[in-house]
């Protein structure tokens, strides 16, 4: 078997992706805000 030292992999590949997700939910979230706000002053 394989040694595997702890702590030792390499997760730059994860780390993007997840600061990538992030990115994208923060802004469809503001987006979300801004058309709500948007549909409630003008759609009346």
Not at 21 to 41: D, E, P, S, Y
């Amino acid at each position: 078997m394989a040694d595997h030292q702890h702590g030792s992999m390499d997760t730059t590949v994860q780390e993007n992706t997840y600061n990538g997700f992030m990115t994208f939910v923060t802004r469809f979230c503001v987006a979300m805000i801004l058309l709500a706000l948007f549909l409630a002053v003008f759609a009346t």
